[in-house]
């Protein structure tokens, strides 16, 4: 059982194993559905120079949590669509995995 509440689904594909078929193409593997929690945020980043703000950007993350250690790399493409339809479709940025006090892994934390 889950320590947060898992309502979502997110989709991870996976890019190029190193695996190749027989032509020596790339083999594509069948992506992975997994259940999490997904938070969401962006937020305006303003450059300065002098005191007067040069630019400003929005920058939106998501933090996807998911039950116990999920095996997932920087090099996979997550995919997740939130409640009014728009869908992200990004690498991930950081991965941590959330232990407790006894080592075994609770969470695993992908931030894209």
């Given amino acids: 059982m889950a ?3 898992m309502r979502q689904i997110v989709t991870i594909q996976r890019d190029g194993t190193g ?3 027989r032509w020596g193409n790339p083999v594509n593997t069948q992506p992975i559905t997994l259940k999490c929690r997904v ?3 962006s937020q305006i980043t303003s450059s300065r120079s002098s005191g007067v703000i040069k630019s400003e950007e929005d920058v939106a993350t998501a933090r996807i949590l998911i039950d ?3 095996d997932i790399r920087y090099t996979d493409t997550v995919s997740f669509t939130n409640e009014l339809g728009e869908t992200i ?3 991930p940025k950081e991965i941590n995995v959330k232990r407790h006090i006894s080592g075994k892994p609770i969470l695993t934390e992908v931030i894209v």
Avoid: F, M, Q, T
């Fill in 3 to 5: 320590i947060v509440p």
């Fill in 19 to 21: 695996e190749l078929d």
């Fill in 39 to 41: 938070d969401e945020g």
């Fill in 68 to 70: 116990k250690l999920a």
């Fill in 89 to 91: 479709k990004r690498k």
